[in-house]
């Protein structure tokens, strides 16, 4: 187990020591989808705002400008006027970064983030647009509120392991690696999702070197109330077979189901969750006896459980009206990467 870690843990590292559009997806990931991209015009890394209410995601260009999806602008329009919610974001966030803020400097942020978004509350949405852009003088405020990142990476392996040989220009391998880091203490913590898919060409190899899943929290000490004491600790490590969940077709990807935690016990004593952060790696293989540089794209994505709440209206005689849940999932933008046969 500590072998395959340390592999592994390498291609994403800085992501896992940091402390978008919204799309809802009522299925399984049977249906994730594997598009056919060229490999010159790849997205950007994904940031956003997940909270149990508000799924907000974009991406940032290298000036700063801020794109994200229609459904996210609704969100962050709605986020801006739920002082609440906005209040819990900024403090998750800076516990969750080994920050101490007052109520004092929270209000303040709050207040700065609401002037220069302005703008922002002024926009409408535009049918024929699936996209709108915030200016980069903005891009400073969104990311001091943006409490979601992922990030997506594969390397050449060259070395065998139990079910495989190592690289070779007939025998192609590579692990691709999907991390997320999310800083947020969720009011439910039902079962959520990750999962890699590839185009065609490559296989999963599913031995216990091949496949890893990691699931980490940071939290702080649950009594006294914001106790400065925090703690970091893998709440799962899996590999091989326990690693991933077969409602997918391994040939074309994997995905792994997993329960978050809101609480967690840590040397005998409770902890709040104020970061969740994840690794998800799986090796991948062809054979290449023709030596064809053939190009590969592949994909990585989240996927938050939520309770959504519903009104439901019984027809009794005394025409009861009541509350009840339905589930919804919020996911990021997919992330989308390539690399050819030959890549280093």
């Keep these: 187990m500590a072998k395959s870690i340390f592999r592994v843990i390498p291609i994403c590292l800085s992501l896992l020591l940091l402390s978008g559009s919204m799309s809802a997806f009522a299925g399984n990931l049977a249906n994730f989808p594997v598009p056919d991209l060229s490999q010159e015009d790849l997205p950007a890394e994904c940031y956003g705002i997940l909270t149990d209410e508000y799924s907000i995601f974009y991406t940032q260009d290298e000036t700063g400008a801020v794109t994200m999806g229609q459904d996210s602008l609704a969100d962050l329009q709605s986020l ?129 070197d091949e496949v890893l899943f990691v699931y980490m929290v940071r939290g702080r000490q649950e009594l006294p109330v914001n106790s400065p004491v925090t703690a970091l600790t893998a709440l799962e490590s899996s590999t091989g077979d326990n690693a991933y969940s077969r409602e997918i077709d391994t040939d074309r990807g994997l995905q792994k189901n997993y329960d978050i935690r809101s609480k967690f016990k840590y040397n005998g004593k409770d902890y709040v969750t104020t970061s969740h952060l994840g690794l998800f790696s799986v090796i991948v293989v062809a054979e290449n006896s ?28 005394d025409l009861n009206i009541g509350g009840s849940v339905a589930w919804a999932y919020a996911a990021p933008t997919t992330l989308v990467r390539g690399f050819y046969y030959f890549d280093n």
């Design 290 to 317: 023709d030596l064809k540089n053939i190009p590969i794209t592949y994909n990585g994505r989240y996927f938050h459980k939520m309770v959504v709440p519903a009104l439901t209206i019984s027809l009794g005689k």
């Design 80 to 208: 801006l006027q739920d002082e609440q919610e906005m209040q819990k974001v900024i403090q998750d966030k800076a516990v969750a970064q080994g920050k101490s803020v007052t109520c004092f400097e929270v209000t303040q942020t709050i207040s700065r983030v609401k002037k220069e978004l302005r703008p922002a509350l002024a926009l409408q949405s535009v049918t024929n647009l699936p996209s709108v852009q915030l200016p980069a003088p903005m891009s400073d405020t969104v990311a001091t509120l943006h409490n979601f990142t992922q990030q997506l990476s594969s390397e050449r392996c060259d070395e065998a392991t139990s079910t495989s040989p190592g690289y070779s220009r007939t025998h192609i391998k590579r692990r691709l690696g999907y991390v997320w880091n999310w800083d947020y203490t969720p009011l439910w913590t039902l079962t959520d999702t990750v999962g890699i898919t590839w185009s065609q060409e490559m296989r999963a190899r599913t031995g216990d």
